[in-house]
């Protein structure tokens, strides 16, 4: 099949290693499979026409080093997402051949703000794919502007979202679920890094709310990881977040016992990420509380890489523990006293977990096992 992927986040983010590496998943496992893949990618234009220029020119020349110098076209555009090819300027292919590709695409796969009708309404099948579910949903459904747009098909990556228990809006739609999935030759198993390496995780740092239906629900990774502040203490081993917090609480945290460092330092390229991910001794995971809230069953990207590296995630429950395996290479939680009890048993018994991290990757999020069943939910 032509499979072509429609987004809006990945160049004008070009110090966001984890967001980089993510995206890749899908054109390189799409790929893997055999499928004729294209990537477009829309970038908002800014008022310095230079800084956007060396951002499509870092795009266009990081993706050629993954074999994907033909597949990816840039389209600057005064809005996002973009609903019309003559307001875009176009860089990695001709006008004429861009509009032959929308024109012969057997399927869309638009991730939230990439494109939107009339243009939409051009390819032959559209799916739309929602990676942040319940934060996606509310926003949609408290503001019109907001709006997904009518497709195909829906994708979520929200676990939970049929079941009785979750609070995610569905707008009116059917959504199916989908697992996040790793492309495993770029991310191999390595061996154990040692006691002396940290649980990490690589994380932004808000304090946003969103209104729904009386209820404030927090976006916030601060008000996630405040509440496990003390874990370091508590456990006596080390902890480390590549996060850009504000002063206040990087000493709040520091005093606690956490270590700090800037994601644009250790995290910048995918390679970069991976790597921080190989030094890791396991991942400590906090969600959006939103996700707590709504019980959406979200399951992180970036724990997919470090089960793939063979490191196990800890991991606090959104829902995810009715779809997926726990206890061995990724242990779930709810409170202080279990994490606590979770990083214990993982450094107690570090090799076990260690393979149960790998076989959870290989087994269960595999992208040639995954994206066959995306593309089966498509129709």
Not at 183 to 194: H, K, Q, R, S, V
Request: aromatic share 12%; glycine share 6%.
């Amino acid at each position: 099949m032509r499979i072509v992927l429609a987004n809006a986040t990945v160049a004008q983010y070009p110090d966001g290693g984890g967001h980089w590496n993510w995206f890749l998943q899908y054109p390189l496992g799409l790929r893997d499979l055999g499928h004729d893949v294209y990537w477009l990618e829309v970038m908002r234009a800014s008022e310095d026409p230079a800084r956007d220029a060396a951002r499509i020119k870092a795009l266009l020349e990081r993706t050629a080093r993954y074999g994907l110098s033909d597949r990816v076209i840039a389209l600057r555009a005064p809005t996002t997402p973009l609903g019309n090819l003559a307001e875009a300027e176009i860089y990695g292919a001709t006008r004429d051949r861009l509009r032959q590709l929308v024109g012969e695409a057997d399927l869309l796969w638009n991730f939230w703000y990439g494109l939107k009708a009339p243009l939409l309404d051009e390819f032959r099948r559209t799916a739309f794919i929602d990676v942040d579910p319940g934060h996606l949903q509310v926003c949609a459904a408290g503001y019109p502007e907001l709006d997904i747009g009518e497709h195909d098909s829906y994708l979520t990556v929200g676990l939970n979202i049929n079941e009785p228990d979750c609070g995610v809006p569905t707008l009116g739609r059917q959504w199916h679920s989908f697992r996040p999935f790793v492309y495993l030759p770029a991310c191999e198993f390595t061996p154990d890094p040692g006691p002396q390496a940290p649980f990490t995780s690589v994380t932004h740092w808000t304090w946003e709310f969103l209104q729904w239906r009386g209820r404030s629900l927090s976006i916030s990774k601060r008000a996630a990881y405040r509440r496990y502040l003390e874990l370091p203490q508590f456990s006596e081993r080390p902890f480390e977040l590549a996060a850009d917090l504000p002063p206040a609480d990087a000493a709040d945290f520091r005093q606690h016992g956490w270590r700090l460092v800037r994601p644009a330092e250790v995290a910048a390229t995918p390679e970069q990420y991976r790597d921080y991910i190989r030094r890791s001794r396991a991942e400590f995971m906090c969600p959006k509380p939103i996700h707590l809230e709504l019980r959406s069953g979200w399951f992180s990207d970036r724990s997919v890489v470090y089960l793939a590296a063979g490191r196990p995630v800890l991991a606090e429950d959104t829902g995810f523990t009715t779809k997926l395996p726990h206890g061995r290479g990724l242990v779930a939680f709810a409170a202080l006293d279990e994490a606590r009890a979770a990083v214990a048993e993982i450094d107690r018994d570090y090799g076990r977990h260690q393979a149960a991290a790998r076989e959870l990757a290989c087994d269960l999020f595999d992208s040639r096992r995954c994206l066959p069943q995306m593309i089966a939910a498509c129709g």
